[in-house]
């Protein structure tokens, strides 16, 4: 999604569109917490939509976390791990998260 289109959303106070018109922020729950997914870079790839998730659990502590997971090709999500299955999941990967500043600046923390 274009920067504009996202800058513009959050200007009129709605969520931007992630993939396969996936809403962020849109809530989640945990039985130990619950929050926000507030980014989102996904792939629609030849069999599955693995996606990287920023997730920010309720409360003014800044707590976050970060979920590898995938939805089906029809959309749905899937409990089990994350595969990545090609270069070009690799790559339409990497390219989203270009979308998700904040998604990619912990990433990059992890593997420096």
Do not use: N
Request: net charge positive.
């Amino acid at each position: 999604m274009a920067k504009a289109a996202k800058t513009e959303a959050a200007a009129k106070g709605r969520a931007a569109p992630a993939r396969r018109g996936r809403m962020v922020p849109r809530p989640f729950e945990f039985h130990w917490g619950r929050g926000e997914i507030v980014e989102e870079a996904a792939y629609s790839g030849t069999y599955t939509e693995p996606a990287i998730q920023l997730l920010a659990y309720e409360g003014d502590d800044g707590s976050y976390g970060i979920r590898f997971c995938y939805y089906s090709l029809d959309g749905r999500f899937q409990r089990s791990p994350m595969m990545i299955d090609s270069e070009d999941s690799l790559a339409g990967l990497r390219a989203a998260l270009k979308q998700t500043p904040k998604l990619r600046g912990l990433l990059k923390k992890l593997v420096s």
